[in-house]
């Protein structure tokens, strides 16, 4: 459907310094999916968007979108915006406030030369009805919620039947009770349609709850691709670790060789641990462990076949959504822990046995300056 192959872009900063937003990126996404591009402010995931719908020029790379042609540096092709069948919502929904919602949504299609009003108003009013605003025409702008606004930019979107979705951040205005109503109902008309849709957030629950696959970015190149819970729950790297959420990083060294899907003893400075290994590492490799809060419990009792039994004292105990969490010292070290709420007489300063399963113990190849 969409295929983005060996993409830069560069903009030029106070005279002759370039500044690379992007970096080589490529990635497809397929007919119907949820593709999701995630990671911080400056990561290059909207300079990326905005190649792909014709709004920035890239120096190099290609674009095809479905089986066409859209962008090559090499033979220097440039499809404008108009002509790629491409509905995109951006950040701030550039809603014009001087028009009414007929008008808001009907502009692309006025635009494209339609002209035969019964055809420009069921295509509108189809538009509205699958966003849950009809009845809206004749609403001005300004009278409109954040939610509504956000609503009706999804409407102009896609009206035209868009081959691509593009969305900019397009819940981040909204407030939480909103958000996730919003996401819930952009998730089901996603499915509904059938509709290609490329995403763009910083926020990773956002991208976790949505997408068929992510692909995490810094410094304008992707740094792991994959399902939603491949990339928790199996990091290539300490930034994706760190990034996709909570997650004790903890460094060591290799006792022998790794193998990838493999399971090895690593020392660190609270004792050796049983690592999980997703590529090959040779001995006495320094490593980074990425074990998250929820996957760290609190042993109730000893079983002599559990490895990774760990002996710690409770600092702090906090409530969080439905979960304790614990800081738990462990010979100077501290870890997070976040347990059921079951009532468990565990207080501070109480003296606790944990149990790390290895195979939620992920070993990432350490990183300088991280």
């Keep these: 459907m969409l295929e ?36 911080p402010s400056g990561c290059g995931k909207t300079t990326t968007l905005r190649c792909v719908a014709g709004l920035e020029r890239p120096q190099e790379g290609k674009i095809q979108l479905r089986g066409r042609t859209v962008f090559d ?49 069921a295509k509108i009013e189809h538009a509205l009805d699958l966003v849950g605003l009809s009845g809206f025409e004749d609403r001005s702008a300004t009278q409109l919620s954040g939610g509504q606004q956000q609503r009706v930019a999804l409407a102009r979107a896609l009206v035209k039947e868009p081959d691509l979705l593009l969305l900019d951040e397009p819940l981040s205005n909204l407030d939480t009770k909103l958000r996730e109503r919003m996401r819930s109902e952009l998730k089901r008309l996603q499915r509904e349609l059938g509709i290609t849709t490329l995403y763009v957030t910083h926020d990773q629950m956002e991208a976790v709850l949505l997408s068929d696959r992510i692909a995490v970015m810094n410094g304008g190149r992707i740094l792991q691709l994959g399902r939603p819970g491949e990339i928790y729950d199996q990091p290539n790297s300490q930034f994706v670790a760190d990034f996709m959420g909570a997650t004790n990083l903890l460094s060591g060294t290799l006792r022998s060789e790794a193998r990838a899907a493999g399971v090895e003893l690593v020392d660190t400075d609270i004792g050796p641990i049983l690592c999980s290994f997703t590529e090959r590492m040779a001995c006495g490799s320094r490593v980074v462990i990425s074990v998250r809060p929820e996957n760290i419990k609190i042993a109730k009792e000893d079983r002599p076949e559990d490895n990774n039994i760990i002996d710690g004292r409770v600092k702090e105990r906090s409530y969080y959504m439905g979960l304790v969490e614990y800081m738990i010292d462990v010979r100077g070290r501290e870890l997070k822990v976040r347990a059921a709420a079951d009532g468990a007489d565990i207080n501070g300063n109480s003296a606790v046995r944990l149990r790390l399963a290895p195979e939620k113990c992920v070993a990432i190849a350490a990183q300088e300056g991280f």
């Design 4 to 39: 983005i192959q060996n993409l830069s872009k560069s903009f030029n900063v106070r005279g002759d310094r370039a500044v690379k937003a992007i970096d080589e990126v490529s990635f497809n996404v397929e007919p119907g999916e949820f593709f999701t591009l995630l990671g």
């Design 73 to 121: 540096s090499a033979s220097r092709v440039f499809v404008v915006p108009n002509q790629r069948n491409i509905g995109m919502v951006f950040q701030s929904y550039a809603i014009w406030p001087h028009l009414t919602v007929f008008n808001n949504v009907a502009f692309p299609l006025k635009a494209g030369g339609q002209r035969n009003f019964k055809i420009l108003r």
